[in-house]
Nanobody
């Protein structure tokens, strides 16, 4: 059974940091690309970051470039999103997603096959 579980969300003050983690199970023998997306209230889901299967290709949304870092741990089948210098506009539910049999980076939601349940990130003083 394919499963993605996000963790690490919470409440943080502006300028603070959080580290999100996405744990994958049920397809760990397959190659797959991982992406992080987010959805704020009243807005459409938007791309945040993606990392290729090999890990040599990474893309970020312009809004998080230089502040967020995506990384993979192949032994643990986890993908983390380190978020620094957080801003109120980063407040959203964050989702991880995987594209099975996809090896390159992908920034469009339709390119992903499975999604986690999401974790809330709130940036507020």
């Amino acid at each position: 059974q394919v499963q993605l579980v996000e963790s690490g969300g919470g409440l943080v003050q502006p300028g603070g940091s959080l580290r999100l983690s996405c744990a994958a199970s049920g397809f760990t023998l397959a190659v797959y690309t991982v992406g992080w997306f987010r959805q704020a209230p009243g807005k459409e889901r938007e791309f945040v970051a993606t990392i290729s299967w090999v890990g040599n290709r990474i893309n970020y949304a312009d809004s998080v470039q230089g502040r967020f870092t995506i990384s993979r741990d192949y032994a643990k089948h986890t993908t983390d999103l380190q978020m620094n210098s957080l801003r109120p506009e980063d407040t959203a539910v964050y989702y991880c997603a995987v594209g099975i049999q996809r090896t390159m980076v992908a920034s469009r939601a339709y390119q992903y096959d499975y999604w986690g349940q999401g974790t809330q990130v709130t940036v507020s003083s």
